[in-house]
């Protein structure tokens, strides 16, 4: 009867668990999203598809998702950057950005947690940074090459393991622990 | 008990009933739509949610969707247009296009049609065409200042009711038309 986390990512079970200190179970399961550009609603709606898939269970059901929302475009692709990302991946997110001067971004994570009363909370996570002019570093995955966080000059990718400990992901999470910690 | 067509608009509503030649009703309900690229993904799973929530009637429940499909940037936006329209607008599209020498896209609009039975069946129509370098009249909506259709110098909006007759929608609602004249 542990929570459920959402992902088909090993390694953000390890973080979730980590972050909000409890055990996790992992459910690997496609829950097709809504059409908004608003993490807080997209992430909702998930968790309460989620846990009608996993027959609502007696214990909360977690998901997560995140993206990218860049100024210059007034927040756009927002909850919809994957999809960007499948289509032009980041060296086309440069080029659509090329002659922009305005580059800052925020880096946002949602966390919506549905719990076994079938309410839903959502806690977010936002890092202010700027996209960079080329894609730089090996680590992470999706955006990291480009995104350059605020106070740094190596991109998310660059940063490897450093970004894990304030990244966008492990704030909505922390703000998952403080406002679930009285419920289970 | 005649056929719903769910939208907003009247004039799409006179459209899609002259077209189809039948009568339609209309219905105005906000169906939240799922995320993905695919037309057909979005339009048919619209047409279950839009069915679903006019409580499974003994009558067919149309909706439709269409959007921009840009060979650069590997068919997006695709069924997400209206989120990057909202977002930048034409104006900020055309910027993100600048730098692009290849200017084609596809004018898409797929009609998905729910039966009484529960199928869904969905008809697609694509116009061929490039994107212009500046907005250009001040017919239509969305799009239509920057799509010029192949064999044409005029944007859609510079067509004004030329563009109707052989429209990406017109083309969809005839497939659809062809498609179910067997049914109705």
């Given at each position: 009867m542990k929570p459920v986390f959402v992902t088909s990512n090993e390694s953000k079970l390890r973080e979730a668990a980590q972050i909000l200190g409890v055990d996790l179970d992992r459910a690997d399961l496609e829950v097709p999203e809504i059409q908004s550009l608003d993490f807080g609603e997209v992430a909702a709606a998930k968790a309460r598809a989620a846990r009608e898939a996993l027959g609502a269970p007696s214990y909360p059901v977690i998901v997560d998702d995140s993206g990218l929302a860049i100024r210059a475009w007034?927040?756009?692709?927002?909850?919809l950057t994957k999809w960007l990302m499948k289509s032009v991946g980041n060296a086309g997110l440069l080029k659509m950005l090329a002659t922009e001067e305005d580059r800052s971004a925020l880096a946002i994570c949602v966390v919506a947690v549905a719990e076994s009363s079938g309410s839903v909370q959502v806690f977010r996570g936002v890092v202010r940074g700027e996209v960079s002019r080329e894609p730089r570093g090996d680590?992470?995955?999706?955006f990291d090459p480009i995104l350059i966080p605020k106070g740094?000059?190596?991109t998310y990718a660059e940063m490897g393991e450093e970004k894990?400990?304030?990244?966008h992901r492990a704030r909505a999470l922390r703000a998952a622990r403080h406002g679930l910690e009285k419920i289970w």
């Amino acid at each position: 009867m542990k929570p459920v986390f959402v992902t088909s990512n090993e390694s953000k079970l390890r973080e979730a668990a980590q972050i909000l200190g409890v055990d996790l179970d992992r459910a690997d399961l496609e829950v097709p999203e809504i059409q908004s550009l608003d993490f807080g609603e997209v992430a909702a709606a998930k968790a309460r598809a989620a846990r009608e898939a996993l027959g609502a269970p007696s214990y909360p059901v977690i998901v997560d998702d995140s993206g990218l929302a860049i100024r210059a475009w007034g927040g756009f692709p927002g909850a919809l950057t994957k999809w960007l990302m499948k289509s032009v991946g980041n060296a086309g997110l440069l080029k659509m950005l090329a002659t922009e001067e305005d580059r800052s971004a925020l880096a946002i994570c949602v966390v919506a947690v549905a719990e076994s009363s079938g309410s839903v909370q959502v806690f977010r996570g936002v890092v202010r940074g700027e996209v960079s002019r080329e894609p730089r570093g090996d680590g992470g995955f999706g955006f990291d090459p480009i995104l350059i966080p605020k106070g740094e000059t190596r991109t998310y990718a660059e940063m490897g393991e450093e970004k894990s400990a304030d990244s966008h992901r492990a704030r909505a999470l922390r703000a998952a622990r403080h406002g679930l910690e009285k419920i289970w």
